[in-house]
């Protein structure tokens, strides 16, 4: 199998909802394996360049109809979420601690924060929240209830999102495959055209 | 024919230039006209909710790599213009003048301008390069000059990109059918499924 496809999100992020159902079906039709990357693109994230994308933009009323219209045309459930955005750091630390252990369930977890946010209405900020996804997918209570606040998932999450910043990231969705950067949703069709035909 | 799409370009837009060699062909299969809307995405521009697409991007390394990369992907010739961005006053001026008295040719002129900047590297910032490219197309001279700094030319523009930023024009291209508005070559797909099949 080739090099694994870089998926990088923010779970507060549609677009990154949008791409979290399409890419891993995407990798398979070329065999490649996707390395799921929770971050968060708040205050604190400083990607090469200054190149933020500005609230202004991801609040409008554009990138709302754009998001809802999307999910039509990729054929995705979606419901505009009652608040936008949300904190996401628990919801990410208690990712990638769990991705660092088993990442199938780290993604089954993912996928259930994701929908339960943009399909069921849910406050994925809440950790009694993220407590109960947790439980539906048999995860112990406790451990994830820890990986929310303790040091070491803190300062997991930090390096993670360091890195996405060296890497070039900025926005979500973000894959990166052999070092090629692909931003958003729009650009899936590319991705598979690099991966169908090589570098273009 | 039902109603036309507005397509709003700036000539400094490498997207904008990706765009207008595929939006007629595009509105041709579904027997829409397209009417063209030079406008100027500079430091006066004020979209609306201060939805300003910041420079730090649009310079960005990942900018570049991404046009290039799209015009190869679309099958549309490119070359990085070694100034970027430039002024873009004076097209836009003779484009909507000549526009407002033969949209044919003022398309001729736009794909003309287009090309001279994206394809064969011409700084189409200066006036000269603008009246070489209006003889090519055997407009009179003289007019043309006299559209890039006459007050009622000037005031034609500066309307034009009123009316855009009070349509919600943010960025380039940016299309308009029925009231509803799409940003970016990437939506193109969604544009189409929207003549296609109606609103969704």
Redesign the interface.
């Known amino acids: 199998m080739s090099a694994p496809i870089d998926f990088y999100f923010d779970f507060s992020s549609p677009y990154g909802y949008l791409a979290s159902e399409q890419i891993d079906a995407l990798a398979a039709r070329h065999d490649r394996a996707v390395m799921w990357h929770a971050i968060v693109l708040d205050a604190q994230f400083q990607p090469q360049?200054?190149?933020?994308?500005?609230t202004?933009?991801l609040r409008?009323?554009?990138v709302m109809?754009?998001t809802a219209?999307?999910a039509?045309?990729f054929g995705i459930p979606y419901t505009e979420p009652a608040q936008y955005p949300v904190h996401t750091e628990h919801a990410a630390r208690a990712f990638q601690w769990l991705n660092d252990r088993n990442p199938d369930e780290a993604r089954a977890f993912a996928h259930a924060v994701f929908r339960a946010y943009f399909v069921d209405g849910r406050n994925i900020a809440e950790t009694a929240v993220l407590l109960e996804i947790a439980e539906t997918l048999k995860l112990d209570r406790e451990e994830v209830a820890g990986a929310f606040s303790d040091v070491a998932t803190k300062a997991r999450l930090k390096a993670e999102i360091d890195l996405a910043e060296a890497r070039?990231v900025?926005g979500s969705p973000f894959f990166i495959v052999e070092g090629e950067?692909f931003?958003?949703n729009?650009?899936l069709?590319?991705l598979e055209?690099w991966l169908e035909k090589g570098p273009?």
């Open positions: 360049g200054g190149m933020k994308i500005p202004a933009l409008s009323d554009y109809r754009d219209r999307s039509v045309f070039g900025f950067g931003w958003g729009d650009r069709p590319q055209r273009f």
